[in-house]
């Protein structure tokens, strides 16, 4: 019978036996995987064990500086925090195209990761949240044809792409490959991650850049960062985060009329985006209740410069999708 006890001391056992006295480079993204992941690594080999966070600039608001100082401070868990936030957005100048925004995103996702490794390194294995339906998927493409052992071609990321150079190859260590999500989750918190963790809604790898529609700014970014904290405020505060599968705001590059006092106003639209689904593949609207939608719209249009108006997408996928791009 599976335990989760059984599983931690096990799989304990088995990264020490396979690292040995080796170095490891773990990718941190914040999500339950990766951050399970860097825990059982880190009660296995210790300081053998390199985290390394990398800041696109477009994580939520508080995001960034909440994972770090969780990591440092209170898991004890050293992170290489890695400010790539200009390269991001400027990768981006004059870009439109949802693809071309996630493959340039992705592009150069690794390029910092190669770049740091290097500075950071060497590693012998690079530690990979692979998923035993990421096993199934690729299951031949991270094999070594010689030895058949798995080896790093790619690192997996939420990009899901991005060829490794050939000089620079790793062995895995993906003690998380048999596992669910479901039990990965039980694993988190079996290891003492903390909820806000373990619970933590799917958040796209490209993040708010593809929650900007069209091109992206900085100044869109601070507006949009702003309005979604003030969702996320909000239904935590109405208790309701666990009902939502995904809950967040999403900028328009279009400008409407308003009026605020006895000022004309021109500014951008939000779209409040918050939907109930069991695996994302298929999600419904969700409905919340209208006194908490008015206390969101009231924020925003008041709190956050720049918008002017806030609407609730009612669409169900399909066949809408949940993020608009
Ligand atoms: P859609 O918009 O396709 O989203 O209904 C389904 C789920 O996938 C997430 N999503 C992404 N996750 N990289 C990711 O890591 C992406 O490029 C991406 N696009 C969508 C989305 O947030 C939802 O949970």
Known sequence: IWTTEAFVEESIREIRARVGSKRVLLALSGGVDSSTLAFLLHKAIGDQLTCMFIDQGFMRKLEPERLVKLFKEEFHIPVEYVNARDRFINSLTGVTDPEEKRRIIGHQFIRVFEEESRRLGPFDYLAQGTLYPDVIESADTNVDLQTGERVAVKIKSHHNVGGLPKDLRFKLVEPLRKLFKDEVRKVGRNIGLPE????????????????????????????????????????????????????????????SVGVMGDQRTYAYPIVLRIVTSEDGMTADWARVPYDVLEVISNRIVNEVKGVNRVVYDITSKPPGTIEWE
């Open 196 to 255: 806000e963790i373990v619970n933590r809604h799917p958040f796209p790898g490209p993040g708010l850049a593809i929650r900007i529609l069209g091109e992206v700014t900085a100044e869109k970014l601070n507006i949009l960062r702003d309005a979604d904290l003030i969702v996320r405020q909000e239904i935590n505060q109405n208790g309701l985060y666990h009902d939502c599968w995904q809950a967040f705001a999403v900028l328009l590059p279009v400008k």
